[in-house]
């Protein structure tokens, strides 16, 4: 029994400590009281929802559904926020990290921010979380705008940037819905590929090699090229030589070989391994040669949403084709059915794509006569 402890001054009369007593319930509520103290430590599931209301973590709960996590991370989270590390620690609820880009101050809209993230995005529905998180870390006047990795072109800026590897109008990426922060994720997949007999002979440019101190395939009447400029695999150089000179197309197929469509290539050279060149493979330099070839560099980079909604199983080459319609003689993504071929495909590559809306993929390969 808890014996009443009296506020009433010595002054007070007996019928006022009597009138104390009774109406006092600490008697009552002692044990629930004293069963309160830490119990927050240790909640039940029916106190979780209460508890979010209390500490006002309510916004949170789309991005960590698991409240018993979500108490702890979003008092933590709740100190810092407004800050980088209240961003590092919402985006690590995600399994994504990133670095945080500002806008420069000389910007009319310096308050934009964008994330360079750590990676490409899992799936595309982890967008939305990553947005989510992003904009109720930062103060109220910080707007994120842009989130990128493995493919980032900026937007031209007169005057203080360079006029190539830039962009009229806007930086690279695109909005998965109405005002919604913009996406650009690239994505490389790269093949060095010798050719083999069945390619060159469906090229139609196969030579027989022979072991004769005179090769018989030097009678062949080739274009007009002097036999000092071949290099030092002649045959090899003659066969790259014989194929025709065309428009290069990637041609993606499904797991059950129908074509998704064809890109056409931005890159299609013929060139050698140099100390320093322009293209870049597997660590070594490349650069276009006149004469003497033996290798091809094909390379091909989709749109953001190429072939949305397909898987790519392989990945071929074509090296001599045009759209279908002449209409469209510029079109650079084609469905089935759209491309007319002057060539055979050649190099079947397995690939695992997912095309995406957000995602350009680039594919390239040197092709070794």
Partial sequence: ??????????????????????????????????????????????????????????????????LYELIPEGIAWTRVRGTP??????????????????????????????????????????????????????????????????????????????????????????????????????????????????????????????GDAEPAWLDIEWPDIAWDDLGGDARSALMLLGVPVGTAWACFRDAAGDVIGYRRSRVHRRVAQVASGPYEFGGLNYAPVASGAEIVLVEALTEFGDGFGSSAASVSFILSGVPADPARPGALWLGPGEL??????????????????????????LLRF
């Fill in 85 to 210: 590390a209240a961003v590092d620690r919402a985006l690590g609820w995600l399994g994504y990290a990133a670095e945080i880009e500002e806008a420069p101050v000389r910007r009319t809209r310096w308050n934009l921010f964008q994330l360079h993230l750590d990676r490409i995005r899992d799936d595309e529905v982890d967008l939305e979380p990553i947005e989510g998180v992003a904009e109720l870390s930062t103060p109220l006047r910080s707007v994120f705008w842009r989130g990128f990795h493995g493919y980032d072109v900026r937007a031209l800026e007169y005057g203080r940037g360079r006029w190539s590897g830039s962009r009229y109008g806007s930086s690279s990426g695109v909005a998965i819905r109405d005002g919604g922060a913009k996406w650009s994720f690239g994505r490389r997949n790269s093949f060095d590929h010798a050719m083999t007999e069945a390619d060159l002979v469906a090229l139609g440019v196969w030579i027989e090699p022979t």
């Fill in 1 to 66: 029994m808890i014996s009443p402890v009296h506020l009433l001054p010595s002054s007070s009369t007996a019928f006022e400590r009597a009138l104390s007593e009774a109406i006092d319930v600490t008697p009552r509520v002692h044990g629930a009281i004293t069963g309160l103290h830490g119990i927050k430590f240790t909640p039940t599931p029916t106190m979780l929802p209460y508890l979010v209301y209390e500490y006002g973590l309510g916004e949170l709960t789309p991005y960590v559904p698991n």
């Fill in 340 to 365: 007319n071929a002057s060539l055979p495909e050649i190099a079947s590559t397995p690939i695992d794509i997912e095309f995406g809306r957000t995602v350009r993929e680039r594919v390239r390969i």
